[in-house]
């Protein structure tokens, strides 16, 4: 035990010394920012102020499209009339049928939500899903009441199952893609409302087979086209990276299966999308180590590279754009639980830094074409501050985790080549997570026209436990080449820490108040901006070459971004 003590105050005063290397002269091809996707099972508080609120928040991470996934976008509202957003739980009413079973649609929900994430410059992933309740085999129960005490298996009601008719089923979906045609305009649709993924199909938020489920992807993929030849479709947002043999069942069928809608071979697929999730856990005190929580950005890692693996090896589809519909360090945001008590401090930017850069490094090595990574987390209207669900902001005020976003905003252009001494390597990574040595990780992106060098360096662990500052030497070299005589260059130093872009830690400061006052609410929005270390400064470039020096805490993120001056 006074060993255990002793090893952990060292860990607190011993800095660990790293050497960053960034060659701007290397680039290495389009990074082409993946962490510009987000998700949740909630349409509706889209158009809640604090919803509205953050989402034009994401509609301005960066210059590059933001997009938004959500469930439920095809859910009977139950009771009718209660339109209201709740946890797991979202409806439209856009299908219902009379007393004859004619079909009525009502789009007043959906281009209510569509128009919010537009109007803020989001533009929707849109998600085919879920089963209205006149169209579901098995209805009842429909609705459901979720709060994070309940089992998750609650949710899995009527709006899981497969429909009564594959003919209204596909007539919905060409109705519902005409319909945004005629709204939006033929070239504004194609480029966003034309996607069609589904009911996860592989764990309970599908009750039916798998051969249903190519049924299910048929139709729909059928009558999009039908609404929109130009429409981009895919899927199939399978649960656990492959899904077992999922994917590469589903992937055969787009290839070679009978389309059960048109009677021809193989089913359009212009994306794959599949989910990725971590495992935190949380270990009881023993001796003097506290109780404290553990990510494990492993599972996560290993799901991305298990389907890359299956992607890979499919000739004619491995090049398609995919999207990691879902990619979290755990599987479900309205829940709370010691394991989730992440969500508010920096493990969960800065383990998202982690997951993210290595989901890029596992794309290049299968040669995967990565387009997103997406982040299932929005916010829930009418809760208190900092309750523990995984959401970016907390009644309008941004959590640290918005401002790893911000910095991955900024990352436009080419890959560059960067190495840190203090890096775990991928494969080290995938079998091990990051118990050990702490990652002091780097990414860095060049962009040729703005004449600007933007590099992320984190100090990451699993554990959330003090651990050692990294002390880091940072050398950029190449700039000549990049930047032909520049004699001095402008550095800012964004970063996240407990004192910078951190509105949880300025929230505890002011004693956790529920009950805020105007004064607080100001002080707390100013602190969940993204901050700098300092003002920014000149820094001298000797050959095209620069060192720079600095400390990063435990779970810190820094973004140097140096402009050409
Ligand atoms: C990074 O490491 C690789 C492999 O050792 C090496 O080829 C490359 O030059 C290094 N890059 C930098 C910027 O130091
Ligand atoms: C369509 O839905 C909206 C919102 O729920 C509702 O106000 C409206 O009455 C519905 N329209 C029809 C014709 O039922
Ligand atoms: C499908 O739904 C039925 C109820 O209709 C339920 O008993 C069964 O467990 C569900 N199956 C799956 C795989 O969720
Ligand atoms: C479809 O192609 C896969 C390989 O991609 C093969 O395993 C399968 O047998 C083929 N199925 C048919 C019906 O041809
Ligand atoms: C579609 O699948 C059903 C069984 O699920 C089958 O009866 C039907 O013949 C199939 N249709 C086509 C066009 O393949
Ligand atoms: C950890 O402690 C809690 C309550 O203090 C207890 O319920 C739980 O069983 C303990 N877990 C382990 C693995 O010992
Ligand atoms: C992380 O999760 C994976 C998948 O469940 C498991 O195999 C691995 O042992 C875990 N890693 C650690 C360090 O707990
Ligand atoms: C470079 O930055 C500008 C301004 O933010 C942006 O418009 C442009 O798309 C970026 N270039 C690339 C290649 O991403
Ligand atoms: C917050 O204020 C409301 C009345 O405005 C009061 O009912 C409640 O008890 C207060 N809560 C706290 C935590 O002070």
Redesign the pocket.
Known sequence: MAFLLSLLLLEQVAARDVSISVDASNLLGDLNQPARYFGADEPNYAYYPDGQALLAELGQLGPQQTYFRTHNLLTTCDPPND?SARLKWGCT?AYTEDANGNPIY?W??IDRIFDTYLERGVKPYAQISFMPKALATDPDPYTFLFDPTSSYNVIYTGWSHVPTSWQKWGELVYQWVKHEVELRGEDEVAVFSSRADDLKPNIGYWNGTETQYFELYDYAVANVRRALPTARVGGPEVAGGPGGQFLPLFLDHTINGTNNATGGTGSQLDFISFHAKGLPTYTNATGSVPGHLSLNVSASLMNVRDAFSVISSYPSQKNKPVVIGEDDPDGCAACVSDAYGYRNNLMYPSYTAVAFSRDIDLAKRYGINLEGTLTWAFEFDDHPYFDGFRVLATNQIDKPILNVFRMFGKMTGQRVDANSTGQISLDAILSDSVRGEPDVGVLAALNETEHSLAIMVWNYHDDDLPKPDADITLDVRGLSQQWPGCQSARLTHYRIDNSHSNAYTKWLELGAPQNTTAAQVAELKAAGMLGTLGKPTNVQLSDGKAELEFSLPIHGISLLVLEQQ
């Open positions: 339109v009413n009502n007043t929900i």
